[in-house]
């Protein structure tokens, strides 16, 4: 499995890594500029210059490259094990993007988030992003019932089986669901940042997990309301800080 890096939100490939698994024999700080070169590959878009922590000699750069120009480098490369490579890359992304593997530090950062979905103005800040990264479409009450699974006929069913009136969305999952307020949250959230929807979709369900096993779902406080005896106000401030969109 090759391990990737994340940076800003964006994952890359260690040009360190993929020469030792090449067995190239030139040395890597002769490699790498050639095969750059060869690539056609321009910094800051398609790789990204890294310091490693130093062992008490001179500092080691490593380049940190896309998937595009991961790939490109290590088919141009025609070693015996570039094919081999480039499968265990095109899959090291795949999970990234989609979610579906999670490493600690992600895990800790999506507790945060979490936390942070407890308030009501987080909830709207991360909606309103998602809105506005999306081109503020006409039809985003249609596009938002399909991306997160329900519509508002389907939440107004739900609450007249358990006679309540319908108000608004957010309302009606306090009634029917609080976790699932976390859950829009975090999708809302995850697009705005620029991931992509499988992505979003499948890291928010961890999400609602992370709410629902340590009790997130029963703590959502609207920060929007005056609140004049400044009631949890120290807590209140230290979940806004966790506000990945307020950073």
Same mark, same amino acid.
């Given at each position: 499995?090759?391990?990737?890096?994340? *940076?800003?939100?964006?994952?890359?490939?260690?040009?360190?890594? *993929?020469?030792?698994?090449?067995?190239?024999?030139?040395?890597?700080?002769?490699?790498?500029?050639?095969? /750059?070169?060869?690539?056609?590959?321009?910094?800051?878009?398609?790789?990204?210059?890294?310091?490693?922590?130093?062992?008490?000699?001179?500092?080691?750069?490593?380049?940190?490259?896309?998937?595009?120009?991961?790939?490109?480098? *290590?088919?141009?490369?025609?070693?015996?094990?570039?094919?081999?490579?480039?499968?265990?890359?095109?899959?090291?992304?795949?999970?990234?993007?989609?979610?579906?593997?999670?490493?600690?530090?992600?895990?800790?950062?999506?507790?945060?988030?979490?936390?942070?979905?407890?308030?009501?103005?987080?909830?709207?800040?991360?909606?309103?992003?998602?809105?506005?990264?999306?081109?503020?479409?006409?039809?985003?009450?249609?596009?938002?019932?399909?991306?997160?699974?329900?519509?508002?006929?389907?939440?107004? #069913?739900?609450?007249?089986?358990?006679?309540?009136?319908?108000?608004?969305?957010?309302?009606?999952? /306090?009634?029917?669901?609080?976790?699932?307020?976390?859950?829009?949250?975090?999708?809302?959230?995850? /697009?705005?940042?620029?991931?992509?929807? #499988?992505?979003?979709?499948?890291?928010?369900?961890?999400?609602? /997990?992370?709410?629902?096993?340590?009790?997130?779902?029963?703590?959502?406080?609207?920060?929007?309301?005056?609140?004049?005896?400044?009631?949890?106000?120290?807590?209140? *401030?230290?979940?806004?800080?966790?506000?990945?969109?307020?950073?």
């Amino acid at each position: 499995m090759i391990q990737l890096k994340e *940076i800003n939100g964006k994952m890359y490939a260690s040009a360190i890594a *993929i020469h030792e698994y090449l067995e190239v024999k030139t040395w890597f700080s002769q490699w790498i500029p050639k095969a /750059i070169k060869n690539a056609g590959l321009t910094k800051d878009i398609d790789f990204l210059s890294y310091k490693l922590e130093s062992t008490g000699g001179r500092p080691i750069i490593d380049y940190l490259l896309t998937e595009r120009s991961a790939i490109r480098i *290590i088919l141009q490369s025609r070693m015996p094990k570039s094919v081999e490579l480039e499968t265990l890359i095109v899959d090291a992304f795949k999970e990234k993007q989609t979610g579906i593997l999670l490493n600690a530090d992600q895990v800790a950062a999506l507790t945060d988030m979490v936390k942070a979905m407890t308030l009501v103005s987080v909830q709207k800040k991360a909606e309103n992003k998602h809105y506005i990264a999306m081109n503020k479409p006409d039809d985003w009450w249609k596009y938002r019932a399909e991306l997160l699974g329900y519509s508002k006929e389907s939440l107004i #069913e739900a609450l007249n089986q358990i006679n309540v009136r319908y108000q608004n969305q957010k309302q009606a999952l /306090i009634h029917l669901d609080k976790a699932e307020i976390i859950r829009t949250g975090v999708v809302d959230l995850l /697009i705005a940042l620029g991931r992509n929807r #499988e992505y979003a979709l499948n890291v928010a369900e961890f999400a609602k /997990i992370i709410a629902e096993k340590n009790g997130y779902h029963l703590q959502i406080w609207d920060d929007t309301k005056p609140n004049p005896l400044g009631l949890r106000l120290p807590e209140i *401030i230290e979940r806004q800080k966790l506000n990945p969109l307020a950073k």
